[in-house]
Structures are given as C-alpha cells and as structure tokens.
C-alpha cells in the first residue's frame, strides 16, 4: 500500500462499534464496498485480547496492546486502573494519536465526536480541538458532518455505537444486527460525501465482533474486524500479511508524514 504523502491533507477514521467481518459479508452495504473497491481492505485485522471495546478502541488510538497503554477491560479509568502505562503521554494515559500529532502539529485541528460515552476517556483532551459526545449514531454523524464544514480538521476521529447495541440486543449472527450494519453503512456514506476526497485518508475501523448476544470470548469472530483504507496513492486489493488494529495509528502517522511515538508496537501497514 502506498499514500500520495503531498496529497493526503486530512484524515478522517470511522469506527464502527461491534462490526464483525460477517457483518461486511452478509449485509447490503454499498457504501463500505464503494471504499473497498477504491483502497486497501481487509476482513481479517486482529484485535487484541480481551475482545470488549475499551482495550481495543486505546490499541487503535495508541499502536500498542493493552500490555503496554494498561487498558485492560470496560472498568479501566484514568484514576482506577490495574497496570501502569508502560510510557505516559501529557495528560499520563499511554501517548495516543491525538496527543502524539499535536506534538508535532500543535496548530492542527483534532477532533473525536463519539457515540459509547467511554470513548472519550482514551482521548487526550488537551491535545484534540474538540472532543464530543453525541447519542445515537445518526446524531453522531450529523454532529461530525457540521464539524467537519466548520474546520476541516487534519484529523476527525468519528464513532458510531448502533451496531454494538444491534449485536447485544438481538444477537451478532440476527437480521436486526445485518439491518443496524445497513444503516451504519448509509451514514457512513453521508460522512464519505461530506469530506474532499480526493485529498483525505478514510480509514474505517471497527473494535470487535460478536458471537451471540455477546463478546469478550476467545473467538476469531470476536478478534477479527473489517480494516479499510481508501485515499489518495493508496494501491487497491485486499491487505496481504497480518494487519493488526495496533498498525492503524502508525500507518495514519506515516500517511500524514508524522513521526510514531517510540512506544507503539504497531507498524506502517505497506
């Protein structure tokens, strides 16, 4: 995978909340394919254990395993916490996306609009423009859309939490959890549409999959998620290798020409 370094202006990450690699292959999803057939994809990014949503979104905001930032399960809290981040960023959460490009873009817009209240705590506040909670999906979506006109950030970090609920309340493998990824994937079209395409990284991440009515198993549908790159100079197919969620931070840090933090375990995805 290559990136068009000169071009590449803006960032904007989409996480879905519980979207499974089944929720990509069963589901009517033409906006997500339109990003698959324009970039690099994979249904088989692996997540970290355990599989709940808190060690897993710190992993994709901070390119290392909850062995290193300390974010061991949905109870974590700055000031309640088992295992002491292996290297402490400004605000002393383990250094994560936003902390470590305002470092070196301290002028850069940065931006989280989160669904999941518990988003917010993994992001440092002090190094982001802007971090907001909205209810719902929808809202989320409009809420980032109206950001994104008003700033055009470098980097707009956008979650969105109904599929998750879809999954827990009805089942991971149910037509009500298929019918929440199809209107995911209608939002998502409208986030496409809002941004400069031809001069943004989209990158579309999920934190884990489903089995049941539940997650935080040892299974491979709970582990493996859909990871796509589409932008521009990126080379299309399907991402060969390994790619893990710990790659993601440091392969938009690469994209955007910034230097990783020496801490994250993650590596370029090309």
């Known amino acids: 995978m290559t990136f068009l370094l000169a071009v590449i202006s803006h960032v904007l990450i989409i996480g879905v909340d519980g979207l499974s690699a089944d929720g990509v292959r069963n589901a009517a999803i033409p906006n997500i394919h339109k990003l698959m057939d324009r970039g690099a994809w994979t249904l088989k990014s692996r997540g970290v254990m355990p599989t709940v949503s808190s060690p897993n979104w710190m992993s994709l905001l901070s390119g290392a395993g909850p062995e290193m930032h300390g974010v061991h399960s949905n109870d974590w809290e700055r000031f309640n ?13 383990f250094p994560g996306i936003f902390g470590v490009i305002h470092e070196q873009r301290q002028n850069a817009a940065l931006a989280a609009i989160h669904d999941w209240p518990g988003f917010g705590r993994l ?41 998750d609920h879809a999954g827990h309340g009805k089942t991971w493998e149910g037509p009500e959890y298929k019918a929440a990824v199809e209107i995911i994937d209608g939002l998502i079209g409208q986030l496409v549409a809002a941004v400069p395409i031809e001069k943004t990284l989209i990158v579309l991440v999920a934190d884990h999959g489903g089995t049941g009515t539940k997650h935080g198993n040892d299974t491979t549908n ?11 100079g990126i080379s299309k197919g399907e991402i060969t290798g390994r790619p893990r969620s710990i790659d993601v931070a440091p392969t938009v840090m690469k994209a955007l020409g910034l230097r990783p933090h020496p801490c994250w375990e993650g590596v370029p995805l090309w």
């Open 123 to 163: 992001v440092e506040k002090n190094s982001a423009s802007h971090v907001q909670h909205v209810k719902g999906s929808p809202e989320a979506t409009a809420a980032a859309i109206a950001y994104w006109k008003r700033h055009q950030p470098l980097l707009l970090f956008v979650h969105l939490d109904d599929v």
């Open 81 to 93: 916490f088992k295992i002491e981040p292996a290297c402490k960023g400004s605000e002393g959460i």
């Open 222 to 232: 709970e582990l493996e998620t859909p990871l796509v790159f589409a932008g521009p």
